[in-house]
């Protein structure tokens, strides 16, 4: 088997046993000759077989030319991991490599018993994988004797670090001998890893394979631009339109997870959630679930999810933005493991569009942006699934003949076909509709942001030409109030039951923007804003007569000859608009303009005119003292 050379004989029968044909490209350089007795620093992603990697570099220092290992006693080997759930996962996967040499492995990690812990190290190990704080647990109270160690592995290292374990592994390395072999292992290898590396190891090799240079070649990455109010929604559709086997929905906090989690349970999925409030047995239990079919939906915060493997997991679905490009990279991670694809979807919404594209190209990845999918695509690939589905190809049984022929002869092929139709649909959760918005291309945005275009339309003196009949409205925000069409646009669908379509030029002042709206959908634009024709955040819509001359001077400083509207006949008008107003000029209501009331004044210690009369304590001559009870 030229694939095994030079792997320890006992660890090839395993590989053999398990099915591995080939090795990834880690594996490989794990088996270096040069690499037997060095330390290492491994740049390798998350998916790549790192855990098999570092067993076989461990198998020739740990059992050192025999075949199966002695008796256990105190360990040889240990496994540093960030998370409980990628502890678990490395000793399930050590079990089998090291089966045929007859490995003692055991597992120390936090919410788990701890006695149970104690008691299987003094009953002897050979390797012990575990997490950083129960390991420093087990050091200080001298049940993890580390006199024997010739081996440490740390598993995501740059992890590790993030969650702040910094003094739990210097602690643990400090503790272990100095004359053993420290493998390092991280997805990337910034500033702080590589200082780790160099106080704790000794002349370690760099290795960078092949598949961190090809990490996303099995995952399809797309970025889905919504409106911000339809998040949730998107993240429905996309569920929904790919159907996957297992798929994961990440958020940034436990209260996203929870809130999800509930939403999505009441629209007829089967979802789990994964956050660190959850006991040990609690996230067991919930990852079981999705490995037996159970489940399907996984919703998990970034640190419960940290090195679980799922089989199947086909999406992962990026709720909340993650923070930085290696977030990204492990999120996705999740799915497109070992040859199988996957894919990874980000949901944008359009007020943090270019935080987006600024994470994707610090990842050094290239996401295809569109839409997600509308709630008639998702009822298309329904039916795509329905009439692919392979229950049609069996043949009715013996037994359901019967059965079978009564229904045909009671009810028609036609009924029974409509039947079947609607009792697949009631099992799966109804697609949403969403907002339409739009998918700019990147020069036309860039362009935008750079201030050489202010408007949504081409440049244009007027209408456009191929946007027919229409209706100028005056939108009651600018340049001046940080106003952009791509907010803007969502926000007039949304209040004012428009689509993208309706939209037409969009023109920006400074303290008010000029929008164009179908003629057909202008009365049910109105409508739909209500009595005060106001929108969110308190913005006001003012329908205009006529096209506004956009030469002259804000339109907004116009006098009332000028501006010729009505538009000091809905709300009361603020400011200095007053002066404006033609003499004999009525309101809504026909109550007449009246001048204001004067401010009050001070006369002998009482506040005259106004509404009333102040008759309260008064002031002791005026100079600021309040005159004594008794003489009030």
């Known amino acids: ?81 960030p998370t409980r759930e990628l502890a678990l996962q490395v000793k399930r996967e050590l079990e089998w490599l090291y089966e045929m040499a007859g490995a003692v492995i055991v597992s120390c990690v936090g919410g788990m018993d701890i006695r149970s812990e104690r008691r299987a190290l003094e009953r002897g190990a050979h390797i012990v994988v575990g997490t950083p704080g129960r390991l420093c647990d087990h050091i200080r109270r001298n049940a993890l004797d580390m006199a024997d160690l010739k081996a440490v592995v740390l598993d995501e290292a740059d992890e590790m670090l993030d969650l702040g374990f910094r003094e739990d592994l210097e602690f643990i390395l400090e503790s272990a001998p100095d004359e053993r072999r420290t493998l390092m292992f991280s997805a990337t290898v910034p500033a702080a890893i590589a200082k780790l590396a160099k106080s704790y190891q000794r002349d370690a090799v760099r290795i960078s394979t092949q598949a961190e240079e090809k990490q996303h070649v099995d995952i399809e990455y797309r970025a889905l631009v919504v409106s911000p109010s339809d998040r949730e929604n998107a993240i429905i559709n996309v569920l929904r339109y790919y159907e996957a086997r297992n798929a994961i929905v990440f958020c940034s906090t436990r209260a996203a997870v929870n809130h999800l989690t509930a939403r999505f349970h009441n629209r007829n999925f089967n979802v789990v959630a994964l956050s660190g409030e959850l006991t040990q047995n609690e996230r067991s239990h919930a990852l079981q679930a999705m490995r037996d079919g159970r489940a399907r939906v996984c919703i998990a915060t970034d640190v419960a999810a940290r090195g679980i493997d799922l089989p199947g997991l086909d999406l992962v679905v990026h709720a909340d933005l993650p923070t930085n490009p290696e977030t990204l990279l492990h999120r996705s991670g999740r799915t497109g493991r070992a040859g199988r694809k996957g894919v990874s979807a980000l949901i944008v919404p359009l007020n943090v569009r270019r935080k987006a594209e600024r994470l994707l190209d610090n990842a050094g990845i290239a996401a295809s942006w569109a839409r997600p999918p509308s709630a008639e695509e998702v009822m298309a690939r329904d039916d795509e699934r329905l009439l692919a589905d392979p229950i049609f190809a069996d043949r009715p049984q013996d037994e359901e003949q019967d059965l079978v022929q009564k229904l045909i002869a009671s009810h028609g092929a036609e009924t029974l076909a409509a039947a079947f139709v609607r009792l697949y649909r009631a099992n799966q959760s109804a697609p949403e509709d969403l907002i339409e918005v739009s998918v700019q291309d990147d020069r036309a945005r860039k362009r935008r942001d750079n201030g050489e275009a202010r408007e949504f339309a081409p440049a244009q003196k007027g209408p456009r030409d191929d946007f027919g009949p229409s209706v100028w409205f005056s939108v009651s925000v600018g340049r001046k109030q940080n106003a952009e069409p791509r907010w803007l646009i969502p926000m007039l669908c949304r209040n004012g ?60 400083k116009k006098s009332f000859e000028e501006r010729g509207d009505d538009r000091f006949r809905g709300d009361k008008p603020k400011g200095k608009f007053n002066k404006d107003r033609p003499a004999g000029a009525e309101r809504q209501d026909d109550r007449p303009w009246t001048k204001k009331p004067g401010k009050p004044k001070f006369e002998g210690g009482k506040f005259e005119g106004g509404k009333g009369k102040f008759d309260g304590p008064r002031f002791d001559g005026g100079k600021g003292k309040f005159a004594k009870k008794k003489d009030r």
């Open 1 to 81: 088997m030229t694939e095994y050379n030079g792997v320890v004989p006992a660890i090839a029968k395993a590989l053999q046993k398990r099915g591995y044909t080939e090795l990834t490209p880690v594996q490989k350089a794990m088996l270096d000759p040069a690499l037997a007795a060095s330390d290492a620093l491994v740049s390798a992603q998350t998916g790549s077989g790192k855990t098999v990697a570092f067993g076989l570099a461990l198998a020739p220092t740990l059992l050192d030319g025999v075949e199966r290992f002695a008796p256990a006693a105190a360990p040889l080997a240990l496994v540093i991991a």
């Open 497 to 556: 039951n428009l689509t993208k379509r309706e939209i037409g030029a969009i023109k920006m002042q400074p303290d008010e923007t000029f929008v164009e709206i179908a003629a057909d959908s202008a009365d049910g634009f109105l409508g739909a804003l209500g009595p005060n024709k106001t929108m969110e955040r308190g913005i006001r819509v003012v329908r205009l007569n006529g096209t506004p001359d956009f030469s002259k001077p804000a339109y907004a």
